[in-house]
């Protein structure tokens, strides 16, 4: 046991780290994010779907806390903030407070995937959603695969796909309200 809360207490400060450093250099990643743009070619939208920006973002399937089955594909024509996180990283409970006036202010849909696999149960992450004041749709990834699929690392990671169903940009660790506005004005 004194095993796995290690893991735990070193993967927060991981992502407390990386939180620090993404937020602090913002300005460094989207120069990074501008140079490593593709132009996008005349591939068929089936050949082109991946996690780079332009690409078709990859579509899957989840169950809501409430256990309503929801695709990404069920928003497309909408923009979607996809955000993975997990109830024990300390960034994603940093930034869950702006999601929420993020999600109830812009012309976005935030779709919130939960790790369920790394969670202690599954009320735990109602517990949190309720402490919060979650209303956007929390999706459970009982077995990381969606995770897995957006090749996920650290959590928070965001996924800004646009009316198209493409990837508009990745963002890897917390965000404020400001970096999520400009993100999504960015699509």
Do not use: H
Not at 45 to 51: Q, Y
Not at 147 to 174: C, H, R, W
Request: proline share 4%.
């Amino acid at each position: 046991m004194k095993k796995w809360g290690l893991i735990v207490v070193v993967t927060a400060l991981f992502g407390w780290a990386v939180y620090d450093f993404v937020y602090e250099g913002e300005t460094k990643e989207q120069v990074a994010e501008g140079e490593k743009m593709v132009a996008e070619g005349p591939a068929t939208e089936e050949a082109d779907i991946g996690l780079e920006k332009g690409q078709q973002a990859p579509d899957f399937t989840l169950q809501t806390l409430s256990g309503e089955e929801v695709s990404l594909s069920d928003y497309r024509g909408e923009k979607v903030m996809i955000n993975f996180w997990a109830t024990w990283c300390p960034p994603c409970r940093a930034e869950m407070p702006d999601m929420q006036e993020f999600s109830s202010n812009e012309a976005i849909q935030v779709l919130a995937v939960n790790l369920t696999e790394t969670e202690a149960s599954v009320q735990g992450v109602q517990d949190f959603v309720d402490e919060f004041g979650l209303t956007f749709p929390i999706l459970l990834d009982q077995d990381v695969s969606v995770a897995n699929q957006y090749e996920v690392n650290p959590v928070p990671t965001s996924v800004f796909v646009d009316e198209e169903g493409k990837i508009s940009s990745v963002m890897l660790g917390a965000m404020n309200y400001d970096m999520m506005v400009q993100r999504m004005e960015g699509m």
